[in-house]
């Protein structure tokens, strides 16, 4: 990788020069001075378009921004320095952007479900953007609307919809929070975005993006990433940044088994928030079950509703309940 997008976690100034991610190779002359590397040797900085750049919020007003090192020391009682990963505790080693999974320690429950077929597809529920410094090119309205339009011209696993009303983002996310929202909305996943920028470099626009991907089975996280993009227009910055994360949702959601809950059983059928658009036919078979790891029994779809509804019936007689799981286990009539 060259010196045109690299995103570097904990860089660490040594003895004047750079300890940082072996692929880096700064080609063009470097820009600061020894006396500069030495008054920003202790700070977390960011490798954008060539220079490098703080993540401050201003203490008056509260917003969060990338400033550049130089502008950053011209006034530094203005600015308060956002740490990496703030909250937690810092990475000891130098890494690239893009994406990493999730520590777990424990098996997923996921791990337990057969891979489902291509045609069955995963609902990911997309939570209101977290824009900051909105102002400065785009209001979030027209960013959600543009991600919206390409994840509908590039997904073609997964499905989106969209979360509607009011929510407490400080307090986000529980995994029980998460496995409720997925229950409510008929999702098999959850991702949460935070957005900075597009911003202007010295040439370019270039913009930054934060994003968290759960499975609403358990409510944990599973994916978790950094994107940027650099473009000759804002515009062209999101797009690029947008069609990297719906690529990457993709690719991680539709690995996963198929899932979805019962929401309301009336006349002894099932109602579930998945239908023809999500590829259910008329005719599928699918297993009920209180507990994944337990022994269930077999359903059958016995009418499609809606854009996206179906309703189950037993194929023996059996009870179904509200909310219990309905899986994928590999047979299909």
Known sequence: MTREICFILSLILVGG????????????????????????????????????????????????????????????????????????????????????????????LLSFLPKAPFYLKKKVLIMPFEVVKESFIYQRPFVEELFVRVFDQKALRVLPVFYKGEWDSENFPEASQVVKLGDNYGTQALIWVRLYGPFRSSESFFALLEFKLYETLEGKAIFEGLLQKKAQSPEEALLGLFGDLVAKTEEVVSSWGWFIRVIKVQDEKALILAGERSGLRKGDIFEVKEQLQKEGFKVRVSELLGEDMAKLEPVEERPLRPYALVVFTGQME
Request: hydrophobic share 25%; with cysteine.
């Open 17 to 108: 020069g750079f300890l940082s991610c072996k692929t880096i190779s700064l080609k063009a002359k470097d820009p600061y001075t020894k006396e500069e590397k030495r008054l920003f040797s202790d700070k977390d900085l960011y490798f954008i378009d060539g220079r490098y750049y703080l993540k401050v919020r201003e203490k008056e007003s509260g917003e969060e921004r990338f400033l550049e090192i130089r502008d950053y020391f011209k006034n530094p009682e203005r600015w308060e320095i956002v740490k990496f990963e703030e909250g937690r505790k810092k990475e000891s080693k130098a890494v690239e952007s893009i994406a990493k999974e999730t520590e777990r320690i424990e098996k997923p």
